[in-house]
């Protein structure tokens, strides 16, 4: 059977574990997966501190972690199409239990193994021996062969290094060392991925997994119809915001497009899009859903062990990117329903005028504002006035605001049964939809207030956030059959919540094995990347090929990054291109003048590992959506990669300016960018659209292209009419930081030698200390230097200082020193750019009256 006429129930059990036996195995696989789930919970919960028993180590939770994992990865999914799907062989329950012994063997002799660190015994060596192989199968089986070939590639060249040619070449790795790097030690397999897969993204997705068994989902999707059903390409449209929602918490693309293009694709085709254009429309939102925080597909997490910042900065990166980029799917959909002609579906109430909208709107941000605030200081205030009993006072105040929130639930009528083969003749009100789910909000809120607010660590936010869930899943049917008395409705019973929260539980396991195992494969990859040095490689062979133009080396780590990513998860990929590319584009710009942040070299590559999930020929989510549209996976993906270009521009725009990503950028200033790079957005969708107005002619389209470049990076053009940098002659270094106020960084051009001793180049960004003179401010720097032959070399780096956290070194030679100039602010560019679209506008709206 195809992908492209795989049903939907077919594509949900792929994604879950394709295999569904009947009787004692399908209980034993859910009890597995049940068990699995109340692990994490114990573990990511204050109670075994508090209790005194069952606290698990780093090490000791990953095994368990990835003990649970393989042993449902060989229960679950079948290792060929042939194999059964309604029983399990005996052979896959040897192989699962044989890996998970594998697996556990880290915390079965963990004391025994801290005692002797690198001494590998015999019993070590099978252990590594046999996991390692049944890791790549159960990989394999659980997410394709792609990832499972890329961790063998990697394998065999840890072993074959001496063997390799030319720049290949490495001194290799003894195969008792390959084991206890990747098996037995925590730099491979059990490696920070598995840590983070363990630490918090299972509680994420196990968050999602009770939301939606909840009932969120549906909530999520017949709010979205009810708010904008009724514009042009309204199904559309809703499908954008529905995805988005979801994605927020959602750690997969393909499941993202499953369980929200199942109701909105055939929406989005009844009003007048194609298979291929409804299932795009989807993918780009699902595929979205990715880069939206807190989530981001797990990989934010991963980002905060592999960048070395906190959550909440990694959230404040990545919002401003992923919310204009959101913005403009929901234009370009525009611009598709004005391209078609098509209509939105017929509301049940009587239109409001725009005035009556507004003030509503203004009325609704007045009152959440004034609740957020009365809450923050509220519990402010309570917090140090309670002490111990706080967290019983704000407990009792959830709880109180619970019951409110079921109340009026109950005085609305409930949501219409979800059923996505059901005609939508008219859309339903908005007011009684948004009124009547509001309770699901509450542990969406409670997660962010951990997040954000209380500073908690992510995965005991996520367990705050579950335990709110469980309470909403225990309690809601019977509540909400109590308050509401019109007896016209029965919601269920006490029981009816125990079997959700017991299915819910199950979900969330089941979402988890492919993750689990992907972290598990990649770790592999990080494994050898860390003991062979092939880190290196890559960046002198993206050298050698971009022939040291910084564009040209984007574009080919772009080009890697999907390539890479094909086939692979959210997590696997970012964990894989991550590992291997980023450090490319940090050492490679640096020796082009280019010092990037390390934030965003990880988004940049994140971007381009999620948009393999897009692109053809292996775009998975592509293929989900033309399975669920019934329309031609290829041209639905190419639509979708079509859709997705505002994706793949923005990763190059704030690589060159990280304004976008509110680095080092003040409130105002950050409101600012924010409105700009939004216009910006929208004008390039525009533009790659051909629509604006009205039908844009070619040239149109390339002028606002280039007023969305303008409004993007208006640096480039203004350091063209001023030079944005004074050079000085490194001779000139003391002067340079006596006459630069403190504060200002300042670029130092360096030729030292990398890690084989080969010379080469890079600059270095210092922020000048404060100081009295220019030698002060050098020896706050950290620095001494020499001159010998005409050259300055650097002598001294003190310890600890400032110079040595930017990689400063004893020998370097110092070749050029630039600081920053009293320029206009780049800011003016936008004034042409803004006249150029005013043209634009009038040359099309004097079209469209005519």
């Not at 005996?90 to 012994?101: E, P, W």
């Not at 199942?262 to 595929?287: L, Q």
Request: hydrophobic share 50%; glycine share 10%; with cysteine.
């Amino acid at each position: 059977m195809s992908e492209k006429h795989l049903s939907t129930e077919e594509l949900v059990a792929q994604d879950v574990g394709a295999r569904s036996p009947q009787g004692f195995m399908a209980s034993v696989i859910a009890g597995l997966a049940l068990l699995w789930s109340l692990f994490q919970l114990w573990i990511a919960s204050p109670l075994p501190f508090i209790l005194g028993f069952g606290v698990f180590n780093n090490t000791e939770s990953r095994s368990i972690h990835l003990t649970f994992a393989l042993l449902l990865a060989f229960l679950a999914y079948p290792a060929f199409k042939r194999s059964p799907r309604n029983r399990v062989p005996m052979v896959d329950l040897a192989l699962g239990l044989i890996a998970a012994a594998s697996a556990a063997y880290l915390f079965v002799m963990y004391q025994e193994l801290s005692q002797r660190p690198g001494n590998l015994t015999t019993a070590d060596l099978v252990a590594a021996c046999i996991g390692l192989p049944l890791l790549l199968e159960a990989t394999r089986r659980a997410l394709g062969p792609a990832l499972a070939i890329i961790a063998l590639t990697f394998l065999i060249y840890s072993l074959a290094g001496p063997y390799m040619p030319g720049l290949l070449a490495h001194r290799g790795v003894s195969f008792t060392a390959l084991a206890n790097h990747q098996w037995i030690t925590t730099e491979g397999v059990f490696g920070i991925a598995l840590g983070v897969s363990t630490s918090f993204v299972f509680l994420f997705v196990l968050f999602g997994a009770l939301l939606e068994r909840a009932g969120a989902g549906h909530y999520f999707i017949q709010l979205a119809f009810s708010l904008l059903g009724h514009l042009k390409g309204g199904p559309a449209k809703a499908a954008v915001v529905s995805s988005g929602l979801t994605g927020l918490i959602s750690g997969s693309s393909i499941a993202n497009v499953v369980t929200t293009g199942t109701f909105t694709i055939p929406m989005m085709k009844r009003t007048g899009f194609s298979s291929e254009k409804a299932g795009a429309v989807e993918v780009a939102s699902s595929v979205n859903g990715q880069i939206m925080p807190p989530v981001m597909g797990a990989a934010a997490f991963l980002m905060v062990e592999y960048v070395g910042i906190p959550y909440t900065e990694v959230i404040k990166h990545a919002f401003l990117p992923a919310l204009i980029s959101y913005i403009a799917l929901f234009y370009i959909v525009h611009l598709e329903s004005l391209k078609l002609g098509l209509q939105g579906l017929p509301r049940h109430q009587q239109t409001r005028s725009w005035l009556q909208r507004l003030m509503g709107f203004a009325f609704g941000v007045a009152l959440i504002s004034g609740l957020s605030l009365a809450v923050y200081y509220g519990l402010g205030w309570l917090k140090p006035a309670l002490g111990d009993a706080a967290i019983w006072v704000i407990g009792g105040l959830v709880a109180v605001v619970y019951l409110g929130l079921l109340k009026i639930a109950a005085s609305n009528p409930p949501l219409p049964p979800e059923d996505p083969d059901t005609p939508l003749e008219a859309l339903p009100q908005t007011k009684p939809i948004l009124l009547s789910g509001l309770h699901f909000l509450l542990p969406v809120i409670v997660l962010v207030w951990c997040l954000m607010i209380e500073r908690l660590s992510p995965g005991l936010s996520a367990f705050w956030g579950s335990v709110i869930l469980v309470i909403i899943l225990l309690t809601q049917r019977p509540l909400l059959n109590w308050l509401r008395k019109d007896g016209r409705h029965d919601h269920g019973t006490f029981a009816d919540g125990l079997v959700d929260l017991r299915e819910g539980l199950i979900a969330g396991a089941r979402n988890m094995i492919g993750i689990g195992i992907a972290t598990a494969a990649a770790g592999i990859i990080v494994g050898a990347v860390s003991q062979t040095g092939v880190g290196l490689v890559l960046a002198d062979l993206v050298e050698l090929l971009s022939m040291g133009n910084l564009l040209l080396m984007l574009l080919l780590t772009a080009f890697l990054s999907l390539i890479l990513g094909m086939g692979l998860p959210t997590t696997a990929n970012y964990i894989v291109v991550s590992s291997l590319l980023a450090p490319v584009i940090v050492a490679l710009g640096q020796q082009n003048g280019l010092i990037v942040p390390l934030i965003a070299v990880h988004l940049f590559v994140f971007y381009f590992g999620i948009m393999a999930d897009v692109t053809p020929p292996v775009g998975l989510a592509s293929f989900a959506a033309a399975a669920v549209s019934k329309g031609d996976p290829i041209k639905t993906g190419v639509t979708a990669f079509y859709y997705s270009l505002r994706t793949a521009a923005l990763p190059f725009l704030f690589i060159f300016n990280t304004d976008l990503l509110l680095i080092n950028v003040d409130f105002w200033h950050g409101v600012l960018i924010f409105i700009v790079a939004t216009i910006a957005m929208l004008i390039f969708a525009a533009g790659t659209q051909g629509y604006f107005l009205v039908k844009s002619r070619w040239y149109e389209s390339v002028l606002l292209l280039l007023v969305a470049f303008t409004l993007f990076r208006p640096g480039f053009w203004m350091d063209m009419v001023h030079p944005p940098y004074q050079d000085f002659e490194p001779t000139q270094l003391v002067q340079a930081l006596d006459d630069t106020h403190a504060g200002t960084q300042v670029r130092l051009r360096i030729l030292g030698e990398d890690a084989v001793g080969d010379p080469r180049e890079l600059s270095v960004l210092l922020t000048i200390p404060e100081g009295s003179n220019g030698q002060e401010r050098l020896e706050n720097l950290g620095i001494e230097y020499y001159e010998q032959d005409g050259k300055i070399l650097i002598d001294t780096v003190a310890f600890g200082s400032p110079a040595a956290a930017a990689g400063l070194e004893f020998d370097q030679q110092i070749m050029a020193v630039r600081v920053p100039t009293e320029g206009w602010p780049k800011e003016l560019m936008w004034v042409p750019g803004f006249a150029l679209f005013a043209l634009i506008v009038w040359m099309q709206r004097r079209r469209r009256r005519h």
